[in-house]
């Protein structure tokens, strides 16, 4: 019987982290590895307190499983400063190069490997979507938590890259809890033709009924990086399948037990993308979504 320790950044009833435990066990069975017949999984469910990573992480590495899961950068983080020998597979994780979380893509030289979330690429067309679908907008901003949001530079970056003829004004606005999140969004929605970029990381999804919420009642458009903002209400979401991310990081954990070391196991692009737009969000914000955009669309929620 082996044993694998997966943390995950959201509460145990959220409907993304039940869909990826069902999309890693599916990806390890397939490899022959059946739960409670020649493999444990054991998950751990932070909501994306920072203090509750650590202090699961320390608790997971301490038990000593043949490997450690984790999904998303402030988790990978943490499962990095309590073990330099257990093998950790990150999913869903922003720049592992540039946190420090391995050598190089190709050869990552530790214990640490997997699967990689947003392309930098991908940021600037959040961009030219939320333009595209509303057109109107001349501001927009980035809402961040800097904490668990820490490869945001390379973000600013990127957005700051985005052709000059989109005529649009960028800022950068990092909140640190809901009240933050209020009165951030609140202040930037005075201002008439404003729009919101919302960070993909986990304490802006395990929060994100109050974003969408503030989205909806100041009649802002926004984009998001997660599929379920857009299945839930959200006017429109662009980015890679995380639940397929999760799924393929089961090949890793499968190539471990039978040897294979992390050191020569190289991190993975997403393969996989989904812009989804909610045409009932955009009726409600006056939109008309252009013919162009829904003919690219891979789900459009009536």
């Known amino acids: 019987m082996r044993r694998v320790a997966f943390l995950h950044p959201f509460t145990e009833n959220d409907p993304e982290v039940l869909a990826r435990v069902v999309a890693f066990r599916q990806g390890l069975e397939a490899l022959g590895w059946i739960e409670n017949r020649n493999i444990q999984i054991e998950h751990r469910y932070s909501g994306g307190d920072l203090e509750r990573i650590q202090a699961y992480a320390k608790e997971l590495a301490q038990s000593g499983p043949d490997v450690l899961v984790g999904s998303g950068t402030p988790i990978t983080a943490a499962l ?4 330099g020998t257990i093998p950790i597979v990150f999913n869903v994780v922003n720049d592992p190069v540039g946190q420090g979380f391995v050598a190089s893509l190709a050869r990552p030289g530790g214990n640490i490997s997997g699967f990689t979330f947003i392309d ?7 961009l030219e979507l939320l333009k595209e679908i509303a057109p109107s907008v001349r501001r927009m901003t980035f809402v961040f938590n800097p904490d668990t949001t820490p490869f945001y530079p390379a973000f600013l970056r990127e957005l700051g890259a985005v052709p000059a003829s989109l005529a649009v004004e960028l800022s950068a606005s990092p909140v640190h809890d809901e009240a933050e999140i209020e009165t951030t969004i609140t202040a930037f929605a005075r201002e008439p033709t404003s729009g919101l970029i919302v960070a993909p990381d986990a304490f802006i999804n395990t929060r994100r009924r109050l974003v ?20 839930e209400g959200a006017l429109i979401s662009y980015g890679p399948d995380s639940v397929d991310i999760v799924r393929r990081s089961a090949s890793y954990v499968d190539r471990i037990l039978k040897g294979e070391k992390l050191a020569d196991l ?28 829904l003919a690219r669309a891979d789900e459009v929620i009536e």
């Open 212 to 231: 969408m919420a503030l989205a909806e009642r100041h009649r802002l458009p926004a984009i998001y990086g997660f599929r379920q903002f857009a299945t």
């Open 120 to 126: 930098f690429p991908l940021i600037g067309k959040w």
């Open 266 to 293: 190289p991190v993975q692009a997403p393969t996989k993308y989904g812009l989804v737009i909610n045409l009932k969000t955009a009726k409600a914000l006056g939109l008309t979504v252009p013919p162009a955009l």
């Open 80 to 83: 990095k400063r309590v073990t």
